[in-house]
Nanobody
Framework: QVQLVESGGGLVQAGGSLRLSCVAS????????MGWYRQAPGKQRELVAT???????NYADSIKGRFTISRDNAKNTVYLQMNSLKPEDTAVYYC????????????WGQGTQVTVSS
């Protein structure tokens, strides 16, 4: 079991920055994939960025060059640094953890709201 708690969302003007944090209830060192997803009103949840335990990162095309995902294994925390925010980045952002053992296990946080005003 992994509990995830996000924080850092809020209201920001276009062009501004926010840093989201996701604290896990256990060590993330061996968690295969940590990631951020988002869901805007009326839209499906979409991948934003992922980070594997081996250090590989992956980003959605829409946020490449603006967002950065990072892990701090000592703090059991994953961050999403968001720069040059746009109104279309407005969404609820969810932290995700994937454990791959004999089966795949997905865990989700409760989400944090990010609102970007124009």
């Amino acid at each position: 079991q992994v509990q995830l708690v996000e924080s850092g969302g809020g209201l920001v003007q276009a062009g501004g920055s926010l840093r989201l944090s996701c604290v896990a209830s256990r060590s993330i060192f061996s968690i295969n994939v940590m990631g951020w997803y988002r869901q805007a009103p009326g839209k499906q949840r979409e991948l934003v960025a992922t980070s594997t335990s081996g250090g590989t990162t992956n980003y959605a095309d829409s946020i490449k060059g603006r967002f950065t995902i990072s892990r701090d294994n000592a703090k059991n925390t994953v961050y999403l640094q968001m720069n040059s925010l746009k109104p279309e980045d407005t969404a609820v952002y969810y932290c995700n953890a994937v454990l791959i053992r004999t089966l795949r296990y997905d865990y989700w946080g409760q989400g944090t709201q990010v609102t970007v005003s124009s």
